[in-house]
Structure formats: structure tokens, C-alpha cells
């Protein structure tokens, strides 16, 4: 199979283009490098990738531009670039949020039309329900974005429906909820939490930590949306895919505090808009249609991204020593 994934320097797209690649997959990457966060780290991310002769990399932006010879080359696409996070889709960033989210998304679709394509595969999320009003949220609950991010990427999952229904795109759409694991993006809660731990700072929690969320460990993503490409329901689908439990942030804390042997001190700081109270999925349609189990417990996979957050800053800390001391001498 030769698929294309998009967004591949990214968290999700880097893991998701080495799991490919490992059982023997070519793989197409697109990566336009948008500023959300350092290029250096979408870099590193690909450094493994880029060992695998079956590894083609292509850096587009998608918004603009002829994607049918990108998407003609390949059997699959696991759509997976989107201009990210809740908080900084307010205002004048909103242009590249519905650039990146919407439009590319519809430019790809529309160069799926009439391929032989067996599967596109679309990273939607839970920031389509907004504030849902059931616990564990079912994907028949009618969405209801609380931030225009929410709404970008409801925006772009219909129109995923629509091309499977007027055209035979055969389409899923994933509502992944709250994805951490190494490779996490800097501004992402556990990424925040793990590196002020590590440097005995304060960790900053927006809200009271009360709050909840469906944590989903990075692996069992990547197991969830290759099973959308392959599993012979799932055309035309949403499927929510969480981790099978909701727990606080307060409780997030306390695994750190654990896992470092150590207290860590906690800044709560005031709500900010776009933040939901609460996150937690019903997957049982996803188990049923795509046989998919999260097999990664929250202290594991805290632990995971804990011990990979104090490597980055192992590296850097040697990186910089050995700059001070090429400028010394």
C-alpha cells in the first residue's frame, strides 16, 4: 500500500507515518511546517522516518494549489494536518484556521473524487461537542463547537460526509479526544505539565484542575485510524476514539507527583474561552465497527511522555553547554 499522510512532521502524523513505514507500507508525507510550533521539533520528528527508503517527503501547503497528482499516487490518505488548538483560534489567526482546516481539507477531497482511493481517513476531534451534554458522549449527539477551532473541524468533517455521499470518497472521520505521548506539541497540557515538573517550576493549569478528559494515549491513535483504513464498516463513518477513561487534571498531577517521587506545585489560573468543562467518549462504535481497544493506561503513558519530555531537555541543556563553551574558546 502507498499511502499519503498529511501533517506527518507532526505528533499524530510523525507516529502514524512510522508505524506505516515499520510493517512495510511506502509512505508519501506533506508537511507545509505552518509557525504553531518549532520547526526544529517537526524535524525531529521526522528524523526516523527519513531512515526508510519508502519515505517520500513533500513540503505543500495544501490550501493552495493542484493536489490530484499527490493524491493519484496513492491508495490511502490519512488526513492529519490542521492548524491546531482551542486557545489561539480566536481573532486574527482565525484566517489561518479556516485555511488550513476547511479549505485544504476540501481541496483533498476534491482531488479524491473519481480516484481509486480505498480509504480517506479524516483526524476530526472532540472539540466538536463543545460542552456536551452526555457523559460518555455518543456520536449521534448533535455537535455544538465552543470555540472556532471546534468549528473548523466540524466544518471539515462535513464536508468528508458530503463527498462520500454525492461522490463515493470513501471517508471516515475520527473524533480523537485529548491525545498526548511523546512527541506532544509545547502548548498541549501534559507537555506543559511534564517540563515544569521536571524543572521544579509551578505548573500553570487553566481552570480550577477539576475539569475533565477522555486521555488517549499517542500509540492507540495511531492503531484507531489504520483500522478506519482497513476495516470494511467503517466508509462513511464518525467514530469517537478516547482512551476509555475520563479522570481530572488535579488526578493528572497527582501521576506526575508519583511517577517523580516528589510534590509538584500547581498555579490555577482563570478559565480561558473555548475551554470545556468536561471530555469522555463513547468508543463502543468504534469497538464493534473497527475493533478498537485502548490497550495504554494513563500512568504508562504518562510516564512515556514524562521520560521523553526530560530527554528533550537533556539534549538542549548539553546542546547549549556546548555552544557556551564553542563561544569560550
Known amino acids: 500500500m502507498r499511502a499519503l499522510v498529511t501533517g506527518c512532521a507532526g505528533f499524530i502524523g510523525s507516529h502514524l507515518t ?25 524535524l525531529a520528528n521526522l528524523r526516523r522516518a527519513t531512515e526508510w527508503n519508502a519515505f517520500e517527503f513533500a513540503p505543500i501547503d495544501l490550501s493552495r494549489g493542484d493536489l490530484y497528482d499527490l493524491v493519484g499516487e496513492c491508495d490511502v490518505v490519512y488526513h492529519l494536518a490542521a492548524e491546531p488548538g482551542v486557545r489561539a483560534s480566536w481573532g486574527t489567526r482565525f484566517e489561518s484556521y479556516l485555511r488550513n482546516n476547511v479549505q485544504a481539507t476540501q481541496h483533498l477531497l476534491e482531488a479524491a473524487r ?31 463547537p ?30 480523537y479526544f485529548s491525545v498526548y505521548g511523546p512527541r506532544q506539541r509545547p502548548d498541549m497540557a501534559f507537555r506543559i505539565f511534564c517540563s515544569a515538573a521536571l524543572r521544579d517550576e509551578p505548573i500553570e493549569v487553566y481552570g480550577d484542575g477539576r475539569q475533565t478528559r477522555d486521555f488517549t494515549f499517542v500509540g492507540d491513535i495511531v492503531a484507531a485510524t489504520r ?58 462504535r468504534a469497538v464493534a465497527d473497527l475493533a478498537y481497544q485502548p490497550t495504554t493506561g494513563l500512568e504508562e503513558g504518562i510516564a512515556a511522555e514524562l521520560d521523553w519530555v526530560a530527554n528533550q531537555q537533556t539534549s538542549r541543556a548539553l546542546h547549549l553547554s556546548g555552544e557556551r563553551t564553542a563561544a569560550a574558546s
Open 18 to 42: 512510522e508505524s506505516l513505514l515499520s510493517d512495510g507500507h511506502s509512505v508519501l508525507g506533506v508537511d507545509c511546517f505552518n509557525n504553531n510550533y518549532g520547526r526544529g521539533q517537526k
Open 114 to 144: 473519481g480516484t481509486s482511493l480505498t480509504r480517506f481517513v479524516y483526524a476530526s476531534s472532540s472539540s466538536v461537542y463543545g460542552e456536551a451534554e452526555q457523559m460518555p458522549t455518543t456520536e449521534d449527539l448533535v455537535p455544538r
Open 146 to 175: 465552543f470555540s472556532p477551532y471546534g468549528m473548523t473541524k466540524l466544518s471539515a468533517e462535513h464536508l468528508t460526509q458530503l463527498y462520500w455521499h454525492n461522490y463515493q470518497v470513501p471517508t471516515v472521520a475520527l473524533r
Open 227 to 284: 483500522a478506519a483504513a482497513e476495516a470494511p464498516r467503517a466508509p462513511g463513518g464518525i467514530y469517537n476514539i478516547g482512551g476509555g477513561s475520563r479522570v481530572s487534571l488535579r488526578s493528572t498531577i497527582g501521576i506526575i507527583e508519583d511517577l517523580l517521587g516528589r510534590p509538584v506545585e500547581a498555579a490555577y489560573l482563570a478559565r480561558v474561552p473555548g475551554d470545556v468543562r468536561d471530555t469522555g467518549a463513547d468508543i463502543s
